[in-house]
């Protein structure tokens, strides 16, 4: 009976003693678990923004809304008669521009409000295709539970909106 109880317990004993260490040494790698992991423009253009938190890096997915064209149906489409339903109505494609890559902080994000957060943002995905990869510089300001997000490239903006969080795992 003793040899269960303590199979049982050497496991668990690991564990703190892991987290014990994290604390100890100050590595947290869960620094932004108090951060929403999506957030949505309430500016134009409107964009997508996903925070990927994979342990010990920390991935940023963004889909930014680029065009919006009113697709018709052709003028030679017939329709039968008594099913109206079968004509095709026109509807609008919107355009989205994928970019996906990691995130390498300047100094450990801190979420509070009027907090200036910067980072390096090397883009290894996108879509449609773009010359890869691509460093852009990343600010992102949180202020009453709304989020500022500033994206250069270089010296040029790339990307300014703000940002509202979406609780979606519910």
């Known amino acids: 009976m003793k040899l269960i109880k303590q199979s049982l317990l050497a496991p668990a004993i690991q564990i703190l003693f892991f987290l014990g260490i994290q604390v100890f040494t100050g590595t947290n790698t869960l620094s932004a678990a108090p951060l929403s992991d999506k957030w949505i423009s309430t500016s134009n253009p409107k964009c997508q923004v996903w925070f990927q938190n994979w342990g010990n890096y920390q991935r940023l997915l963004l889909i930014i809304d680029t065009d919006t064209t009113e697709v018709l149906p052709s003028p030679y489409v017939t329709e039968k008669k008594g099913k109206p339903y079968l004509k095709p109505k026109p509807y609008m494609k919107v355009e989205k521009q ?55 490239q270089g010296d040029e903006f790339y990307l300014e909106a703000q940002l509202k969080s979406i609780n979606f795992y519910k």
């Open 98 to 152: 994928q970019l996906k890559g990691n995130l390498y902080w300047v100094e450990e994000p801190s979420w509070s409000d009027g907090v200036k957060n910067t980072a390096s943002w090397e883009v290894d995905r996108a879509n449609p295709k773009i010359t890869l990869p691509q460093l852009l510089n990343v600010d992102f300001t949180l202020i009453n539970d709304e989020m500022k997000m500033k994206i250069k």
